[in-house]
Nanobody, 126 residues
Framework: VQLQASGGGLVLAGGSLRLSCAAN????????KCWFRQAPGKEPEWVSC????????YYAESVKGRFTISTDNAKNTWWLQQNSLKTEDTAVYYC????????????????????WGQGTQVTVSS
């Protein structure tokens, strides 16, 4: 399975972006779909997941109320709607998928994630 992330770009603070992640090769319907990000010089940070088991959504406190994750299993695609962007949201965003419960995905090393896409750059300027 390959994950292809897109939709990043340069936006002013307060603006919006919609990131997309398209998976090919195998249905990820039962997988939890997630987004992570990595700012320069920092470790990868979990941003959001949607459970493959019950569709429940989870968000890091830093993005709660501003970001929304959604998925279309028929298209093997998921999105991250980013509103009210802040300069501190600047990072490379990665989509990921894993069969583990979301609570486990959040805690394990990103190197152990089942599927990890290439990143898309989000730059928020003031």
């Amino acid at each position: 399975v390959q994950l292809q992330a897109s939709g990043g770009g340069l936006v002013l603070a307060g603006g919006s972006l919609r990131l997309s992640c398209a998976a090919n090769g195998y249905s990820l319907e039962k997988y939890s779909k997630c987004w992570f990000r990595q700012a320069p010089g920092k470790e990868p940070e979990w941003v959001s997941c949607m459970s493959g088991r019950d569709g429940a959504t989870y968000y890091a406190e830093s993005v709660k109320g501003r970001f929304t994750i959604s998925t279309d299993n028929a298209k093997n695609t998921w999105w991250l709607q980013q509103n009210s962007l802040k300069t501190e949201d600047t990072a490379v965003y990665y989509c990921a998928a894993d069969l583990r419960p979301v609570q486990r995905i959040i805690t394990i090393s990103t190197t152990r994630i089942d599927y990890w896409g290439q990143g898309t750059q989000v730059t928020v300027s003031s």
